[in-house]
């Protein structure tokens, strides 16, 4: 049984904010500076490489 007295929490919290079009990589500092210094982007392979043309 594990000690529940050692057990570090760990929060899990994401905007409920999708955004989508042509435009959205260019203006992604806009809807991320609110988020922090340092958001955390995740996307699979594809979206990444459409990223990477796109930049």
Do not use: H, W
């Amino acid at each position: 049984m594990p000690n529940v007295d050692k057990i570090t929490e760990k929060v899990f919290q994401s905007p409920s904010k999708y955004i989508q079009g042509p435009s959205a990589i260019k203006n992604a500092a806009r809807y991320l500076s609110p988020l922090g210094q340092r958001p955390l982007v995740v996307v699979d392979d594809i979206v990444y490489e459409i990223g990477a043309c796109l930049c």
